[in-house]
Every structure is written in C-alpha cells, then in structure tokens.
C-alpha cells in the first residue's frame, strides 16, 4: 500500500471521528497528537499535516474515496471508519448518516461488509452488557456510593487481574479480524468496572468513560491511534481478504495496548484506593508516568501474547467483554 493509500485511509478515519461534531476539547488535543505523531513516524512521512487538513476541510471525503482504487484498501477504509465510529458506543444519527454516503461512495463488498457489521455489532451489543447503562454525570457521580467489597480482592489479585487485562488487550492487537481491536476498549471498561467494586464503588459505563478520559486515554483517538500504527506498520495491507503482515509490524500496537491498559488499571486502583481524590493533572502524571515501564514490560510477556493470540476467537473475547471466563 503506497503513501497516498494511506493518507486517504487515515483521512476518512479522522473524518469519521468527527462526524458527529461532538467531539470534546480533550478528545480533538489526543487525535491532533497521534496525527503529528504518525505523521512524524518514518513510515508516515507526508501525514502531520491530516489532523489540519480535516479540521480546516481542506480535504472532503470525495477527495479521501477518489484516492482509493483498490478495492481491498476500499474495505478497509470503510471498517476502519465503522471502529472508529464505534469507539464511544452507540452511533449518533450524525455517524449513521456519514457511514451510510460512505458506504455508498466506497462500494465495499456486500458480503464481506455484512459479515463485518455483524461482528462489530456483536462487539457494541457485549460492551452495553458489560457494566451498568450511561447516566448523566451528576447522575453517575451521586449514584456511585460505596459497596461491601464483592469479591473482595487483595492488592495483588488486583494486579493479576490488570495484568491479565493488559496481555489480552496485546494479544488482540496480533489478530488481523477488524472486531479484535474493537474489543479492547470495552475490556479496559469492564477492567475499570472490576476494581472499582473491588474497592466498594458501584460504577456506571458514564462514569467509566469520563475517568478514561481524565486520566488522558481518548476512545476515539486510541481507536484511529491502534488502527494507524497496524496502517502504517504493515499489518493491514489487505490482499484477496488476507491480512499480511508478521509480528514485528505489530509490536508497536502491542506494546501500546498492553501498557496503556496497565497504566490505566494502576492508575484505577490508586484512584479508587484513595477515594476518588486525585485531580485530573495528578491522574494524567500518573498515568504518563507508568506508560514508560509498562511499554518496556511489554516485551517480556511477548511470548504470553502471542500463545493467546493464536487461542481467541470472536466468542471468547465477546464473553470476556460481558464479563464472562
């Protein structure tokens, strides 16, 4: 896949994460940031300027689709924009509406487009069960009152339990299906889910949302941030429906979802620990702080990651989203 390929799949998934003009000021910073980020990358050279280009609507989406003539790269350019779309739950009606002149300009294949629809449902449908529905935040807040600990959990359960998160979460990033990457962070929801109780606190999936954020993990930008490193990486040059690619063009994407879902599970278990005192700026240290030796952990559960790559399938990581074993 050439440079131009990729910009213009990039670009329909920074214009899909805007579709719906709702996009917080948090959110827009994170998604700036990854695209400098790619864009300064030695693989990605020419895309700094993306995040710009979209915002300003120098670039339209007639543009985006015109660039793509493979029909492969066409497929992939329309799932990645249903992921991102995704990211935060269910579609608003502006997303629906992007997606839906999307498809019709893009031409994705039938079959292979509802097989796909149905595997990301099944991943939004799994996310909604995994912990109470989305209330207002002085809703949520108020709501959240203490529990007796069920189960109760030690210190270092609490670690095997981010541990064990933050390896599934890596060994998603290994398979080439478009769903394994959905399902990432619904699992780092159900994680926040699960210490929170262990440490008396009722949760709902608003509150959850609003503290991912606060501590500085944008869902949508890790979305786009996940699908452009596997873009740039290699790892999504699609060809007669295969994925080619090898472990070293996932390494990147690995270490990114196996130390961000373990920064973000300590800096949850501190938080709730402590009472739910620690401000924004504290959480955002904290977590940038644990990025740095959890990337570097990554390597040593390498091997672990690859083992369970090869034993996951659409029904097991579903099951594990709802909460299940």
């Not at 099944?122 to 959240?144: F, I, K, T, Y």
Request: proline share 3%; glycine share 8%; hydrophobic share 45%.
């Amino acid at each position: 896949m050439d440079i131009q390929a990729q910009k213009a799949i990039l670009t329909i998934a920074l214009l899909a994460a805007f579709a719906d003009g709702d996009k917080a000021d948090t959110e827009r910073e994170a998604i700036r940031q990854l695209s400098e980020t790619l864009g300064h990358d030695s693989a990605g050279a020419g895309l700094a300027g993306l995040y710009q280009d979209v915002l300003l609507k120098r670039v339209t989406l007639a543009d985006a689709v015109g660039a793509l003539t493979d029909p492969s790269h066409r497929q992939l350019a329309y799932e990645m924009a249903v992921c991102v779309c995704d990211a935060d739950g269910r579609q608003s009606p502006a997303e629906t509406a992007f997606l839906a002149d999307l498809k019709a300009r893009l031409k994705p294949d039938a079959a292979q487009t509802a097989a796909f629809e149905r595997e990301a449902d099944a991943v939004v449908d799994a996310a909604e069960a995994a912990a109470p529905a989305s209330l207002p935040a002085v809703v949520a807040a108020s709501m959240a009152t203490p529990l007796s600990k069920v189960p109760s959990m030690q210190d270092d359960e609490l670690d095997a339990l981010i541990l064990s998160g933050a390896k599934l979460n890596g060994a998603l990033e290994l398979l080439p299906q478009s769903w394994a990457s959905m399902a990432i962070i619904p699992l780092q929801v159900r994680m926040v889910y699960n210490i929170g109780r262990a440490h008396g606190i009722e949760l709902d999936q608003g509150h959850i949302k609003e503290f991912i954020a606060a501590v500085g993990v944008g869902l949508t930008s890790q979305y786009v941030e996940q699908f452009g490193r596997k873009l740039l990486g290699g790892l999504l040059g699609k060809i007669a429906g295969r994925t080619i690619g090898g472990i070293g063009s996932a390494a990147t994407g690995v270490a990114f979802s196996f130390a961000t879902t373990y920064a973000l599970g300590h800096v949850a278990k501190r938080y709730y620990a402590e009472g739910r005192v620690m401000s924004t700026a504290l959480l955002q240290e904290s977590f940038q702080k644990l990025l740095v030796p959890a990337k570097q952990m990554q390597a040593q559960y390498l091997p672990q990651m690859q083992e369970l790559s090869r034993t996951l399938d659409m029904g097991k990581v579903l099951s594990m989203v709802r909460g299940g074993r």
